[in-house]
């Protein structure tokens, strides 16, 4: 089955692993702030309690931090454990953590 963030066709509650690889953050300069909040609170919907989500990298192709990743994290924090965690993987070299989102 495939579909389309920030709608996928899932049930809530669906999966207790979900990978985001090379996608959000990525193309930042395409997507808004509105797009990469609804696109994660979508991946937190169809994730299982006690679950957990990857999102990397939280660099964009310009080598730069996601500028609202603090505000992002922030507001996730209120309903999900939020981690910007370190990895030894390297996709650019300034892409040095994936976010772990724990439900
Ligand atoms: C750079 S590729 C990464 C593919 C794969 N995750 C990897 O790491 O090899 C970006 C991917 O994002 C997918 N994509 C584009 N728009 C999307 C959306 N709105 N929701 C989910 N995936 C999307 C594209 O189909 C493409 O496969």
Same mark, same amino acid.
């Given at each position: #089955?495939? =579909?389309? !963030? @920030?709608?996928?066709? /899932?049930?809530?509650?669906?999966?207790? !692993?979900?990978?985001?690889?090379?996608?959000? *953050?990525? $193309?930042?300069?395409?997507?808004?702030? &509105? *797009?990469? !909040?609804?696109? +994660? %609170? %979508?991946?937190?919907?169809? #994730?299982?309690? =006690?679950?957990?989500?990857? +999102? $990397? @990298?939280?660099?964009?192709?310009?080598? %730069? &931090?996601?500028? /609202? +990743?603090?505000?992002?994290?922030?507001? !996730?924090?209120?309903?999900?454990?939020?981690? %910007?965690?370190?990895?030894?993987? &390297?996709?650019?070299?300034?892409?040095?953590? $994936?976010? &772990? +989102?724990?439900?």
């Amino acid at each position: #089955m495939t =579909g389309s !963030l @920030p709608k996928l066709p /899932f049930p809530n509650d669906r999966f207790s !692993l979900v990978l985001c690889n090379h996608f959000l *953050f990525l $193309y930042q300069d395409q997507f808004d702030y &509105r *797009f990469h !909040l609804d696109a +994660i %609170e %979508e991946l937190i919907r169809v #994730m299982k309690k =006690g679950g957990t989500i990857c +999102i $990397y @990298p939280l660099v964009g192709f310009k080598d %730069e &931090r996601y500028p /609202f +990743i603090d505000q992002l994290i922030e507001r !996730l924090n209120q309903h999900v454990k939020v981690t %910007e965690t370190k990895t030894n993987f &390297r996709f650019l070299p300034s892409a040095t953590h $994936y976010l &772990r +989102i724990d439900k």
